[in-house]
């Protein structure tokens, strides 16, 4: 069916994230990788730059200039830029085929709205697809990761992206429970934030709580407590400022958001079937998507549930590999596909 279809151009996965969208085109894989962010000049409305080029703008661009990121806590905040994002994304996967009109499927949270799933359609109807298709975030996510969804044994991922944690019991194809909470990467780095204010007068910028999450954030302690400088400007003098914090300060700062992702699995683990309970224990529960990167989240969650955790090779693409997969046998995986006639 695929090559009746080859020359309408090649289908694709996008993984529309809050922070970075994947996309996965039939037979080559993961093209492209980007941050989910749109530089535009608010005088003119003109965009200027789309991806690495505007995230590198963030807190750095003059008045009439904004760095816009079109989707907040997994769903789409800004359509008209996500649109535009969108179709960028896809014109650039098909330079040589401009008129190309794919299909396309789309990872969406599993706690969407039907209007929020209708909004993530229509960009990429406007983009310029054929037909897109919706599949959801931890089912993708199981798939890329390697879980034997299909079976009849109960798998459990815990996707950690940047806006939304996507915790889901899947067997047989299907979603049994699933918990989706606004938590994820941008809250860390809100928390960093926040504490850098209250307790040393410092204003931060985003890119800057981001490096210190990844430098020495972590779920729990570590052998070794590392240290790091933060710079940023002080409230009181307004002049440039420079503090060393500890792992120890981090870990305090961001105890709540860590919290709320640990509650979230305990949730779903609650609404759990008896039969597949029993299946958890055996395979264990896969953390996925970037914040499952996290140093001692592993051992936090492990600590808390009592489970084997295991942190999934490729966490960062899980989640658009395992709809690469859908686009690569679409027969095989309709089943997981949240299908919806475009009206």
């Known amino acids: 069916m695929g090559s009746k279809f080859a020359f309408l151009g090649r289908d694709m996965a996008v993984d529309l994230g809050t922070a970075n969208t994947l996309v996965y085109v039939r037979g080559r894989g993961i093209v492209l990788n980007e941050p989910s962010v749109v530089a535009i000049n608010t005088s003119t409305g003109k965009i200027l730059a789309i991806g690495i080029e505007a995230k590198r703008m963030i807190g750095r661009t003059p008045n009439d200039v904004v760095a816009v990121r079109p989707l907040r806590n997994g769903v789409i905040a800004d359509f008209d830029v996500a649109e535009r994002m969108l179709r ?91 918990q989706s909470v606004k938590v994820g990467g941008d809250e860390l780095d809100q928390a960093i934030i926040n504490f850098a204010k209250k307790e040393y007068a410092l204003m931060l ?30 409230l009181v003098s307004g002049l440039p400022k420079t503090v060393i914090v500890t792992a120890s300060e981090i870990r305090a700062a961001t ?22 309970s029993g299946d958890l224990m055996d395979r264990g529960i896969a953390i996925t998507g970037g914040g499952a990167l996290l140093a001692g989240l592993d051992e936090r969650l492990r600590d808390e549930t009592g489970m084997p955790i295991h ?32 009206h």
């Not at 960028?88 to 706690?111: D, E, L, N």
């Open 88 to 178: 960028y994304f896809i014109q650039r996967v098909h330079k040589r085929r401009p008129f190309a009109k794919p299909r396309i499927v789309i990872a969406a949270p599993s706690g969407m709205t039907g209007i929020e799933q209708r909004a993530v359609k229509e960009a990429g109807y406007q983009a310029g697809a054929r037909r897109v298709y919706i599949v959801e975030e931890p089912m993708a996510a199981a798939i890329g990761a390697g879980l034997p969804v299909h079976e009849p044994t109960g798998n459990m991922v815990v996707d950690i992206g940047g806006g939304t944690t996507e915790v889901a019991i899947i067997s047989m194809g299907g979603v049994v429970t699933c």
């Open 205 to 234: 910028g985003e890119r800057t709580a981001e490096e210190i999450k990844m430098s020495i954030g972590s779920a729990c302690a570590l052998s070794e407590e590392r240290h790091a400088e933060i710079r940023g400007r002080d």
């Open 255 to 276: 105890e709540e958001p860590v919290n709320a992702i640990v509650d979230a699995v305990k949730t779903t683990l609650d609404k759990c079937p008896p039969e597949l």
């Open 311 to 342: 942190r999934v090779d490729n966490a960062l693409d899980s989640v658009v590999l395992g709809s690469g997969k859908c686009v690569e046998d679409f027969e095989a995986l309709q089943q997981v596909l949240v299908p919806e006639p475009r």
